[in-house]
């Protein structure tokens, strides 16, 4: 039924739900995986130090803290990489063919323009359930892919 399932992975507990989700689907259907993810401002526990904005900018564009801030963006984009090499390794141990991406931009968004280029039959992805309110105040990645997504979505609780 699917050919190619896209694994969205942010790193959290719920993402190990997702991929071993995924691998079920894959092995049942003899599909491809392709793993993404993006980096984002808006991922839970990224950065410890905000990034300034407006006047505080310029003050701090030669700062010690925009070094550091610098510093922090590579060790999260390491880190993501070696987890996407992980858990690549681990599906194509199963038997199934497995790629992954990473990319930097607004997550819901860049998820469904990448499920559109690369033509995925399936994204497969976890939901926060945070409640209705949180979500009108906050947004939410998930409900953004589930209503843009160019394709099928499964949400993993």
Not at 10 to 26: L, N, P, R
Not at 67 to 79: D, I, N
Not at 100 to 108: D, E, T, V
Request: hydrophobic fraction near 40%.
């Amino acid at each position: 039924m699917f050919k190619k399932i896209l694994v969205a992975i942010d790193g959290s507990e719920m993402s190990h739900d997702v991929f071993k989700t995924a691998i079920d689907i894959a092995k049942a259907d003899k599909a491809n995986l392709v793993l993404l993810h993006v980096l984002s401002f808006e991922e839970q526990n990224s950065l410890s130090i905000p990034m300034p904005t407006g006047l505080e900018y310029f003050q701090a564009a030669d700062s010690d803290m925009l070094k550091l801030y610098r510093e922090q963006w590579q060790t999260y984009e390491q880190q993501s990489l070696n987890l996407l090499r992980s858990l690549a390794d681990r599906s194509t141990v199963e038997g199934i063919t497995t790629e992954f991406h990473q990319i930097a931009g607004g997550p819901g968004r860049k998820i469904c323009e990448f499920a559109l280029s690369e033509d995925i039959d399936l994204i497969v992805m976890g939901h926060r359930g945070i409640s209705a309110l949180n979500e009108f105040l906050l947004g939410s990645i998930s409900n953004y892919v589930l209503h843009h997504a160019p394709c099928s979505v499964l949400m993993n609780k």
